[in-house]
C-alpha cells in the first residue's frame, strides 16, 4: 500500500523541477531574444541593400546604352566633340537621362568627368562642376568595377556621409562605370566616366526597425505565453497529483462494482434457468387447461391471463440471460442500411398507429461492413421501439448516417419527451428503468452488443426536448 503514495512523492519532485525548468527557460529566452531579432532584421537589411543595388546595376546598364547610343555618338557625329557646358547639349543630356530614370526611384543621378575628375552632369544643377571626391567606389568605377555604400545623416545629397549610423536619412550611393563601345568589336571596353545613382532607403529602413521592435516585442509575447502555459501545465499536473488518490479509490470503487455486477450475472443466469423450466410448465398446463373441451369462458379468459404473463415473464428471463452472458457476434459481410430498414419495415404498423413519420439519409447508399447482422438487429430494434414509446403520438424520427475516419456514424433523433439530467446519468446501469413494466436491461444489452463490435454508443438528451442516439461502428 506504500507504493502509489511514494509513486506520489517522486511525480511531485518531478513537477518541481518542471517548474524550475519554466522559469529558467523563460529568463533564457529573454535574453536571447534580443539578438535574435537584431539579427533577423540585419539579414532584412542585408537583403533590402542588395535587390536596390541590383536595381541600381539594372538602371545603369541602362543609363549607359542611353547614354552612349542616344548622346555621346549623335553629339560627337553633329558638333565633333561632347562639351556639357554649352545649353544645347546639356539639355539633350537632361532629357536622355531623366527620361531614362522616369518612373524609378531614384534620388540623384551624377555623371563624372573622370579625365578633369569633376560632376560632368548631375540632376541636382547645383552640383555641376565639384570636383570629384575620390572615394573607394569611385576609383574602382574608374576602374570598371561597380561598388555600393549605404550612407546616412546627411541632407546634402553631394556630401559623403559615413558608414550607416543611428538615425538620420539612410540612402544607397551605387558607382557605375560608363562605358563606351569599340567601333569595331562592338564591345564595351572603355570607362568614359562613372554614373553615380542614390536611392534613399529611409522608410524602407524605418519599416525594418519598426519590424525588429515587433520581432523582440513578439517574441517576449509568445515566450510569456509558453512561460503562462507551462505554469498551467505544471499546477494542473499538481492538481492531478493530488486528485491521484481519490481517483484509486474511485477505480477501486469501480472494480468492486463490477465484481458484484459479475457475481450479480452468475446469480441471475443460475435464477433464470430454474424459472424458465417450470415457467414452461405453467404456460403449457395454462394452454391445455384453456382448450379442453368442458372449460368455461371464465377458464379459457384466465388461462389466457396466464398464457400472456408467462410470456412476459420469458421475455423478462431472456433479458435476463443476455445480460448475464452476453452473446459473442457472428461477423459476417453485412449491409447496416439493410438492417435498418428491416427494423424499420417491422415496426411500420406501430409507426402508423402513433402517426410518427421517419425521414432517413438511407435512398441509393451502401454501407457495408463486417458484423453479426442478428444482434444489430436486436439492437436498433431497441432504439427504436425506445423512440417510439417516448414519441407517443404524432412526432417524427430521424436517421442519418455517415461515414467518418474508417467508422459509420448513426444518429437516431426523436421528438419525443427527453430524459431528465438525473436519468440520463443512470440509463445504461443495469435495472434501472422508468417505465412501469421494463426489466432496466434493454440499454445495456444495447451497449454490450454495439460495444461487442467493437463501437461506440452515446445519448444526448433533456427532459421535453427530444433524445439523440449516437452510435460508432467500425466497417471492418
Not at 404473463?309 to 459473442?328: Q, W, Y
Not at 417510439?388 to 404524432?394: F, L, N, R
Request: aromatic share 8%.
Amino acid at each position: 500500500m506504500a507504493q502509489p503514495h511514494q509513486n506520489t512523492r517522486s511525480e511531485g519532485r518531478q513537477f518541481r523541477l518542471v517548474k524550475f525548468f519554466a522559469y529558467a527557460s523563460f529568463i533564457v529566452l529573454i535574453i536571447f531574444s534580443f539578438p535574435f531579432s537584431v539579427v533577423i532584421s540585419q539579414q532584412a537589411k542585408d537583403i533590402l541593400m542588395k535587390s536596390y543595388e541590383n536595381y541600381a546595376l539594372l538602371l545603369g546598364e541602362n543609363l549607359d546604352h542611353q547614354v552612349f547610343q542616344n548622346f555621346v555618338l549623335p553629339v560627337t557625329a553633329r558638333f565633333g566633340k561632347v562639351s556639357l557646358r554649352e545649353k544645347q547639349q546639356s539639355e539633350w543630356m537632361d532629357t536622355i537621362v531623366k527620361n531614362t530614370i522616369h518612373s524609378f526611384n531614384i534620388d540623384l543621378v551624377n555623371i563624372y568627368d573622370i579625365g578633369k575628375g569633376v560632376i560632368a552632369y548631375s540632376t541636382d544643377s547645383r552640383l555641376i562642376g565639384k570636383k570629384a571626391r575620390e572615394t573607394v567606389g569611385y576609383n574602382k568605377a574608374v576602374k570598371g568595377l561597380h561598388f555600393s555604400r549605404l550612407v546616412s545623416g546627411s541632407d546634402d545629397l553631394w556630401g559623403f556621409g559615413t558608414e550607416m549610423t543611428a538615425g538620420g536619412k539612410k540612402k544607397l550611393r551605387t558607382y557605375i562605370p560608363f562605358r563606351g563601345a569599340n567601333p569595331y568589336t562592338g564591345k564595351k571596353e572603355y570607362v568614359l566616366g562613372v554614373f553615380e545613382l542614390i536611392q534613399d532607403l529611409t522608410k524602407e529602413y524605418q519599416s525594418i526597425t519598426k519590424l525588429q521592435y515587433l520581432i523582440f516585442g513578439l517574441s517576449i509575447l509568445i515566450m510569456g505565453l509558453i512561460f503562462l502555459a507551462l505554469l498551467m501545465i505544471v499546477h494542473k499536473a499538481e492538481g492531478i497529483i493530488e486528485e491521484r488518490a481519490k481517483e484509486q479509490r474511485e477505480l477501486e470503487s469501480q472494480l468492486n462494482h463490477a465484481e458484484r455486477l459479475a457475481a450479480l450475472g452468475q446469480m441471475v443466469a443460475g435464477v433464470s434457468h430454474e424459472i424458465r423450466n417450470p415457467l414452461g410448465i405453467i404456460r403449457s398446463t395454462a394452454e391445455l387447461l384453456g382448450g379442453t373441451p368442458d372449460s368455461d369462458e371464465t377458464q379459457k379468459g384466465l388461462s389466457n391471463v396466464i398464457i400472456e404473463e408467462s410470456s412476459r415473464l420469458d421475455n423478462i428471463v431472456t433479458e435476463f440471460l443476455d445480460f448475464a452472458r452476453p452473446l459473442e457476434p457472428n461477423f459476417q459481410d453485412c449491409h447496416l442500411e439493410e438492417i435498418i430498414r428491416k427494423n424499420l419495415l417491422f415496426l411500420q404498423p406501430e409507426l402508423e398507429k402513433e402517426k410518427i413519420s421517419v425521414h432517413d439519409n438511407l435512398n441509393g447508399r451502401s454501407f457495408k461492413l463486417k458484423a453479426d447482422p442478428q444482434l444489430l438487429y436486436r439492437a436498433f430494434l431497441n432504439i427504436f421501439i425506445n423512440a417510439i414509446q417516448s414519441i407517443k403520438s404524432g412526432g417524427s424520427m430521424t436517421v442519418n448516417v455517415s461515414e467518418k475516419k474508417g467508422r459509420y456514424v448513426v444518429g437516431i433523433e426523436d421528438t419525443g419527451c427527453g430524459i431528465s439530467q438525473e436519468d440520463l446519468s443512470k440509463i445504461f446501469n443495469p435495472f434501472f428503468s422508468s417505465k412501469e413494466k421494463g426489466s432496466g436491461l434493454g440499454l445495456p444489452i444495447v451497449r454490450n452488443i454495439i460495444e461487442g463490435h467493437k463501437g461506440t454508443i452515446r445519448i444526448e438528451s433533456g427532459e421535453g426536448s427530444g433524445t439523440k442516439v449516437i452510435i460508432e461502428l467500425p466497417k471492418g
